[in-house]
């Protein structure tokens, strides 16, 4: 089993001064293991990563809310996820949980109530949510406003987005569409599928980048699809650290650098208030 090497106990301080209410719309709160206990089927182990580490560090990037994303190895138990959510407060927490396809209204109900506001799908880890569950859930949770956030590899996205553009519910593609530089560069004609999904409303792109460079720290062949997916839909793409940057081998990232990418990929302070306070307040429902 191998096991992740734990955050950085010590942020860099940003140049990136960010606005009031910037939202970090991807963080894991992990642990510890005797009290949530993780899938046997896991392909990792991660060290615990409790909400005061990542408060310290999100304090440092001057970030004010934040959504709680259910890790894989958690498969669909998602009380870690809510907790979390629970000592962070709804005031500044949302979350996105991992649910079975014969989940009770009533169980969909109380997640909500907890702070849940989307479902997650991802192929790209052992547990959680099977991708062949993804319309029975979609028409499950559309009546909650919620919407569907998925971890696939780009090879699958084909198969996919005919699918995405059917759903009641918006989707959020995870990791930048989990597309590498390389791929984006050499693969034009899924990256033109995902921005038609774009033009039509149906979808989202979290700008969480390190995980498509090849090249690593400084991640210097990330900018062109960052600024591809920024410029063509700034209404409906969100950031997000990935902290605790599970299952990363090498270079730990430091979350003050990736917030700082944003300097590079958008130059409009105006666009970056977008990506960081107001496209998040829409999709995950928080107060303007």
């Keep these: 089993m191998n096991l992740c090497q734990p955050p950085r106990a010590v942020t860099r301080s940003p140049t990136l001064v960010v606005p009031e209410n910037a939202c970090d719309c ?34 440092t990037l001057g970030i004010e809310r934040m959504v709680i994303v259910q890790p894989s190895f958690y498969g669909t138990d998602n009380s870690r996820t809510v907790d979390a959510i629970a000592e962070l407060g709804q ?9 079975s396809p014969d989940i009770s209204q009533d169980d969909l109900c109380a997640l909500d109530a907890a702070g849940i506001r989307a ?7 052992g547990g959680g949510a099977a991708i062949a569950d993804l319309e029975t859930v979609a028409r499950k949770i559309a009546p909650l406003g919620w919407h569907v956030e998925l971890y696939v590899p780009p090879v699958s996205w084909p198969d996919i987005l005919p699918t995405l553009a059917k759903l009641p519910v918006p989707a959020v593609l995870d990791h930048m569409a989990a597309l590498s530089a390389d791929e984006a560069r050499n693969d034009p004609a899924v990256v033109a599928a995902i921005l038609r999904l774009l033009d039509a409303g149906k979808a989202w792109v979290k700008l ?74 829409r999709l995950y429902g928080f107060d303007t």
């Design 208 to 281: 969480c980048g390190y995980r498509a460079s090849a090249a690593g720290h400084p991640y210097a062949d990330v900018p062109p699809l960052a600024k591809l997916l920024i410029a063509h839909a700034p209404s409906r793409c969100v950031w997000g650290s990935d902290w605790p940057h599970t299952a990363i081998a090498g270079h730990m990232p430091d979350d003050g650098d990736l917030i700082d990418l944003l300097l590079d990929w958008e130059p409009d302070e105006a666009v970056r208030k977008a990506i960081l306070v107001d496209n998040p307040a």
């Design 119 to 125: 479902a997650r799908f991802i192929t790209t880890a």
């Design 91 to 99: 005031h500044r927490a949302r979350g996105v949980a991992a649910v």
């Design 26 to 59: 991807h963080c894991h709160i992990i642990g510890p293991e005797a009290r949530y206990p993780v899938s046997p089927s896991r392909t990792f182990t991660a060290p615990d990563a409790l909400t005061d580490a990542y408060l310290r560090m999100a304090g």
